[in-house]
């Protein structure tokens, strides 16, 4: 008896239409993965090959997979395909809605996506349409005509699939794991940047598709719990520090500046100076108490430094849902709290992570800082008087305010073949010509801060309210490509050293009060504090002030003292040593400490 055939023209034929069926499903999330370009992106998609391959090979690769896991092509593509299309009409919509691409974090995220599934209905566009009808069209396509197997017996199929698997997984590795592989193929063959700005973390995602950029962001999904965690252990370290109130008559306003790129570099360098950019600060820093601030970044990554002030956390995780924080904190005691950055809202996307740290209101460029420069970032002449400003706005609301802020002036590079400034900080000859451009540009900047901050605090020294002002560099500024002008300093950057390891990543830090809110906390906040970390900053200020402040600065308070610094780098500054562990009577303290951290990350 002839045995029976699958209909069409055998394997080599469904293997071909899976393939075919598969790569439309990526053409599509192609088409839905543009964000605001529209066309223009879509086409310069297929002007970069590498961006079509690492969007349209893992659709296809993992359909092939899928057929051999069911026995048959259109479930397999039924797997991959509802996936891949729900997951870029999501994309699709996030980012109509919040300027933030779907990433790997956001698929535990269920819920906020119900609450918002009735706005998406609302909002169907022709391309979510066409991407569900492509779907289909596939799926109708491979029923019908693509039906063979593929291989003739179980074994076979256990076999294919063992071995694509495995391919599958080696290959995920190699281009999205991390490595050399994972950098070059991000920074090199999937570069599209001529209608982006690269700064930009959701532009920069759009401008490579959809699929490989969600299976980029798949190692940075998971959040790596502390060694040990149990949640109700979490719970009863929090029920034994129950966040304590601030007294009522010491509510003082809180305005708290990140200032980018600043650093007084005169602490650790020899600088022959002609003219001192630092003189305001140094008389500022002279009414307050001051330290160094020892950060995990150099040069740049900003948000880092940011984000463990406000969160007070060593590590804060991804930032994808809400999230505790000191702007939670004070808003539970009856505080306003706000903040302003002079620059895009997008940038390290402080839009959506600021309302997850849960402030009021959040000022940028596009909803407040336009209207006052005529479309441009506001430099600190702008910028730093209107936090004074919006202290007056605040005063309408008969609370105090909690006020956190990010700069943008001296955010590097900076020129290194002309200068931007009329004076000259260091004089032609004492270094070589692109030391002497980028230094001045650099100490141009500063000197312009240094004055409006300085300004600030004057202004405040008059005033009757309580304000107490906290100022802090993020990280040390770039200076060169290869630390070209701090080699020419001979500055210490050893990193085996106490004094290398300050150098390279601490900053500056200063906490400043007027009269008022010295006479109301009975504090004159002048002197040398303790080099700490920036998610101890907070710890400090509610030690100046007498506070004993929310579970997470308590449970800081036995660390800080000892451990100043817990560097992301797994490097500990422990009783004045540079440690790779800690001693054994601080484990307990640091297990407290990173379990009720983890906690409030996700149960804030």
Known sequence: MQKKVSSGQGRGWTALGLLLAAAGVGVVSLLLATGPYGRTMFYSYFAHPGIVIFNLAPVMLAAVLGWFLTGRAWAGYALVGAAVTALSVANYFKILFRSDPVVAADLGLAGEAANMAGRYIDSLSWKVIFAVAAFLTGLVFLALCCRARPAETGRGRLIGFALLLALTLGLGRLFCGGGYITNVVWYRWTVNEDLINRWSATQLYISKGFVYPFLHSIPGAAEQKPNGYKKSEAEAILAAHPDADIPDDQKVNII????????????????????????????????????????????????????????????????????????????????????????????????????????????????????????????????????????????????????????????????????????????????????????????????????????????????????????????????????????????????????????????????????????????????EGPAIGPYFLMPLLFDLCGWEGPALTQLARPLMTRVPVANNAGVFLCDGRLCSGLPDDLTDAWRDYSFASYFLRKNP
């Open 256 to 527: 708290s500046i990140m200032l980018e790129g600043f650093n007084d570099l005169t602490v650790f360098a020899d600088l022959d100076l002609a003219a001192d950019p630092y003189a305001a600060y140094h008389a500022l820093e002279a009414e307050s108490y001051t330290g160094r601030l020892v950060t995990n970044i150099f040069a740049a990554g900003t948000v880092n430094t940011e984000r463990c002030h406000i969160t007070g956390m060593t590590d804060f995780g991804n930032l994808r849902t809400n999230c505790w924080s000191y702007a939670r904190y004070f808003a539970s005691q009856g505080y306003h709290t706000e903040g302003s950055h002079p620059s895009h809202d997008w940038f390290y996307n402080r839009k959506n992570v600021n309302e997850y740290l849960g402030f009021d209101d959040y000022y940028f460029l596009e909803n407040h800082y336009a209207d006052l420069t005529g479309g441009e970032t506001a430099m600190d002449d702008v910028f730093l008087p209107e936090l004074y400003a919006l202290l007056d706005e605040n005063e309408g609301r008969d609370k105090p305010l909690f006020s956190f802020n990010v700069t943008y002036q001296n955010h590097g590079p900076y020129p290194t073949d002309r200068l931007k400034y009329d004076t000259e900080y260091v004089k032609k000859g004492v270094y070589s010509d692109e030391s002497y451009y980028i230094l001045n540009n650099y100490l141009g900047g500063v000197a312009q801060t240094a004055h409006e901050l300085s300004a600030l605090a004057a202004r405040l020294a008059d005033d009757e309210r309580p304000v107490i002002l906290i100022f802090y560099g993020d990280h040390n500024p770039w200076l060169g490509d290869e630390n070209s002008v701090y080699n020419e300093l001979g500055v210490d950057f050893d990193l085996d050293t106490v004094d290398g390891f300050l150098n390279y990543y601490a900053t500056r830090y200063g906490i400043w009060a007027n009269d008022a809110a010295k006479a109301v906390l009975g504090t004159d906040f002048i002197g």
